[in-house]
């Protein structure tokens, strides 16, 4: 289901559920001087799950044993706050970044940080960068012969089935109740479940997906269409086009999934053949690499 408004459009929120792990099966190996490889898949029901709030699950190693990523259920309901020796982790900061720490029983701790810029790129899945440890150096996510990649990014946990992720509305409000399904706290037209899709803030009006700027050129037969918006970098996009507004004419893709420019807007330009008096734009937001 999709909730739509004019030229403007927001995928539904996709519904949560536990995954065995989400790493793909032939691109699961990372790699440590001092350790040799690392089975990121595990034995496939204990292997990592790469979250849009936190990692879980474990990494397998040969030389070295099983690697705890966390256990998936934070403290505070969104993120590991890594102060104890119950609420550790890795964190996905919904931009890629991974943070946070690992452990095994073996080695100790192993630190996702700044200086190695671990990340999962949210159009391809491909883990980056690298991660340490204190007894076995630095562990490469991604190399010459080899690379981690997770086919999806598990979506959070929906605890109350309102389509709204626990850890998004906990981040809001402190509460699982504030957001529902139809509700729109901050009054734009936006269901807060729609505002949660395209992660704008529920409770600004000001911060909401909608095109901003539109110019249409003709000539030799063609149209270029420029759309601009306020885009977020923890999303991915996708332009549909309709040629009037009666009631069944159905949306025609005309763009791939792809990632926004760097920053708060992103223009893309459409060259569509032949040019049409009366075509309609909308743009949608998707949770990267969402099952």
Same mark, same amino acid.
């Given at each position: 289901? $999709?909730?739509?408004? @004019?030229? &403007?459009?927001?995928?539904?929120?996709?519904?949560?559920? @536990?995954?065995?792990?989400?790493?793909?099966?032939?691109?699961?190996?990372?790699?440590?001087?001092?350790?040799?490889?690392? =089975?990121?898949?595990?034995?496939?029901?204990?292997?990592?799950?790469?979250?849009?709030?936190?990692?879980?699950? /474990?990494?397998?190693?040969?030389?070295?044993?099983?690697?705890?990523?966390?256990?998936?259920?934070?403290?505070?309901?969104?993120?590991?706050?890594? =102060?104890?020796?119950?609420?550790? %982790?890795?964190?996905?900061?919904?931009?890629?970044?991974?943070?946070?720490?690992?452990? %095994?029983?073996? #080695?100790?701790?192993?630190?996702?940080?700044?200086?190695? @810029?671990?990340?999962?790129?949210?159009?391809?899945?491909?883990?980056?960068?690298? #991660?340490?440890?204190? =007894?076995?150096?630095?562990? !490469?996510? !991604?190399? $010459?012969?080899?690379?981690?990649?997770?086919?999806? #990014?598990?979506?959070?946990? *929906?605890?109350?089935?309102? +389509?709204?992720?626990?850890?998004?509305?906990?981040? /809001?409000?402190?509460?699982?109740?504030?957001?529902?399904?139809?509700?729109?706290? *901050? +009054?734009?037209? #936006?269901?807060?479940?729609?505002?949660?899709?395209? *992660?704008?803030?529920?409770?600004?009006?000001?911060?909401?997906?909608?095109?901003? !700027?539109?110019?249409? &050129?003709?000539?030799?037969?063609?149209?270029?269409?420029?759309?601009?918006? $306020?885009? $977020?970098? !923890?999303?991915?996009?996708?332009? *549909? /086009?309709?040629? =009037?507004?009666? &009631?069944?004419?159905?949306?025609?893709?005309?763009?791939?999934?792809?990632?926004?420019?760097?920053?708060?807007?992103?223009?893309?330009?459409?060259? &569509?053949?032949?040019?049409?008096?009366?075509?309609?734009?909308?743009?949608?937001?998707?949770?990267?690499?969402?099952?």
């Amino acid at each position: 289901m $999709k909730l739509i408004q @004019a030229f &403007l459009a927001i995928l539904c929120a996709i519904s949560s559920g @536990a995954a065995a792990t989400t790493i793909n099966s032939a691109e699961k190996y990372a790699y440590g001087a001092n350790i040799g490889w690392l =089975n990121a898949q595990g034995d496939v029901v204990n292997g990592a799950v790469v979250g849009e709030y936190v990692c879980s699950g /474990y990494v397998w190693g040969a030389n070295v044993g099983w690697i705890h990523l966390g256990g998936g259920t934070p403290a505070n309901g969104i993120r590991y706050q890594n =102060n104890s020796a119950t609420d550790f %982790g890795v964190n996905h900061d919904g931009l890629g970044n991974l943070r946070g720490y690992a452990y %095994g029983a073996n #080695i100790g701790w192993i630190n996702f940080e700044e200086s190695g @810029a671990p990340k999962v790129d949210l159009t391809t899945g491909v883990l980056t960068g690298q #991660i340490y440890s204190a =007894n076995c150096g630095w562990i !490469s996510l !991604s190399n $010459k012969v080899a690379l981690v990649r997770t086919d999806i #990014i598990q979506p959070g946990a *929906d605890s109350d089935g309102d +389509g709204i992720t626990d850890a998004w509305e906990l981040s /809001y409000t402190n509460s699982l109740t504030a957001f529902t399904a139809t509700s729109d706290a *901050d +009054g734009d037209g #936006i269901p807060d479940q729609g505002e949660h899709v395209a *992660d704008t803030h529920p409770l600004d009006p000001g911060d909401l997906l909608r095109i901003t !700027s539109y110019l249409a &050129l003709f000539g030799a037969g063609t149209e270029t269409n420029t759309l601009a918006w $306020k885009s $977020k970098e !923890s999303r991915n996009y996708q332009i *549909d /086009y309709r040629t =009037n507004l009666s &009631l069944g004419t159905p949306w025609v893709d005309a763009t791939a999934l792809f990632a926004p420019d760097p920053g708060m807007n992103t223009t893309r330009s459409l060259v &569509l053949t032949p040019s049409l008096s009366e075509r309609y734009f909308r743009v949608e937001a998707v949770k990267p690499l969402s099952p």
